[in-house]
């Protein structure tokens, strides 16, 4: 499976980017997609997940702002951020739950400044 990830750029607080994940390769061995987040000096963590019947879960401090969804047809997963705030400031990674191991994509950078 590769990922590949695409969206990020530099945004006003205030601001929206919608972040796209296209997946190929052996996609049937995937569980689920997820988008996951490392800022400066933190450690990665979990923004939202999303299973291939499209139900979603999102971290708590992260609700009502973003939003994953997927397109099957095109093999992608999205990630919606809305009301940006500088503490979003981060690389952006894809991630795929395959059966026997799990896929990373290269991350996009994604920067809330003004």
């Known amino acids: 499976v590769q990922l590949q990830a695409s969206g990020g750029g530099l945004v006003q607080p205030g601001g929206s980017l919608r972040l796209s994940c296209a997946a190929s390769g052996s996609i049937f061995s995937i569980n689920y997609m997820a988008w996951y987040r490392q800022a400066p000096g933190k450690q990665r963590e979990l923004v939202a997940t999303i299973t291939s019947r499209g139900s979603a879960n999102y971290a708590d401090s992260l609700k009502g702002r973003f939003t994953i969804s997927r397109d099957n047809a095109k093999n992608t997963v999205y990630l919606q951020m809305d009301s940006l705030k500088p503490e979003d400031t981060a690389v952006y990674y894809c991630?795929?739950?395959?059966?026997?191991?799990?896929?990373w994509g290269q991350g996009t950078q994604v920067t809330v400044s003004s």
């Open positions: 991630f795929a739950d395959g059966n026997r191991r799990d896929y």
